[in-house]
């Protein structure tokens, strides 16, 4: 996904909402970090980053019926899926197993391109702790890369670990030892030593 396709998918949610705003979580969110954080002359990023061709969207107000009226509208298999490659998947807060006020640290996506409409995306921090709560294989090599290139540091995401909402005591220290493992793998296959 792009970014533009990204934007056009922020302002068709808004438009087919009739909100000024979405909360943007999941692989996509990266998109505006990547932006942020490219440099002059803008740095090129893998694509694992880019590869997903679904967003996935909370309404501002997390209405489980406008969560059903983005997928019906702009969901998998729709007109829009079909006539653009992208899509997206209408989901809702609990949706993201993220730290505490992870919604304070997103990134405030506007532009013309998006007429208005906010696409508050979630912080890379955020989204790797959601995508390391989640543990789902597929996730590992864009974890990996946010490590490889510097859009998560070891201890930001250790701290935010033990801020997650509705997981035990037990799962928050596995979460942690899984995300030092994974440091510490990418660390090695760097070559470097261990982040402080």
Same mark, same amino acid.
């Given at each position: 996904?792009?970014?533009?396709? %990204? !934007? +056009?998918?922020?302002?068709?949610?808004?438009? =087919?909402?009739?909100?000024? #705003?979405?909360?943007?979580?999941?692989? *996509? &969110?990266? =998109?505006?970090? %990547?932006?942020? /954080?490219?440099?002059?002359?803008?740095?090129?990023?893998?694509?694992?980053?880019?590869?997903?061709? !679904?967003?996935?969207?909370?309404?501002?107000?997390?209405?489980?019926?406008?969560?059903? %009226? =983005?997928?019906?509208?702009?969901?998998?298999? &729709?007109?829009? +899926?079909?006539?653009?490659?992208?899509?997206?998947?209408?989901?809702?807060?609990?949706?993201?197993? #993220?730290?505490?006020?992870?919604? &304070?640290?997103?990134?405030?996506? $506007?532009?013309?391109?998006?007429?208005?409409?906010?696409?508050?995306? $979630? +912080?890379?921090?955020?989204?790797?702790?959601?995508?390391?709560?989640?543990? /789902?294989?597929?996730?590992?090599?864009? @974890?990996? #890369?946010?490590?490889?290139?510097?859009?998560?540091?070891?201890?930001?995401? @250790?701290?935010?670990?033990?801020?997650? *909402?509705?997981?035990?005591?037990?799962?928050?220290?596995?979460? /942690?030892?899984?995300?030092?493992?994974?440091?510490? /793998?990418?660390?090695?296959? $760097?070559?470097?030593?261990?982040?402080?």
């Amino acid at each position: 996904m792009t970014e533009e396709q %990204l !934007e +056009h998918l922020i302002r068709a949610s808004g438009a =087919i909402l009739g909100d000024n #705003a979405v909360l943007v979580i999941g692989s *996509q &969110s990266i =998109i505006p970090w %990547l932006r942020e /954080r490219a440099g002059k002359p803008p740095r090129s990023w893998p694509g694992v980053f880019t590869l997903s061709t !679904e967003a996935d969207i909370i309404p501002i107000d997390n209405d489980e019926k406008k969560a059903d %009226l =983005i997928d019906g509208t702009l969901g998998e298999d &729709s007109y829009f +899926h079909g006539s653009f490659g992208v899509y997206a998947q209408g989901v809702s807060l609990e949706t993201a197993k #993220a730290p505490e006020g992870w919604q &304070s640290r997103c990134y405030k996506m $506007m532009s013309s391109n998006t007429s208005g409409i906010i696409g508050y995306c $979630m +912080h890379p921090a955020d989204l790797f702790i959601a995508k390391s709560v989640a543990n /789902r294989p597929k996730d590992g090599p864009f @974890l990996d #890369a946010m490590i490889a290139h510097g859009l998560v540091k070891k201890g930001s995401v @250790l701290h935010l670990s033990t801020k997650v *909402q509705g997981i035990s005591v037990d799962e928050t220290k596995a979460l /942690r030892a899984q995300i030092v493992g994974r440091f510490a /793998r990418m660390e090695k296959s $760097m070559g470097k030593g261990p982040e402080i």
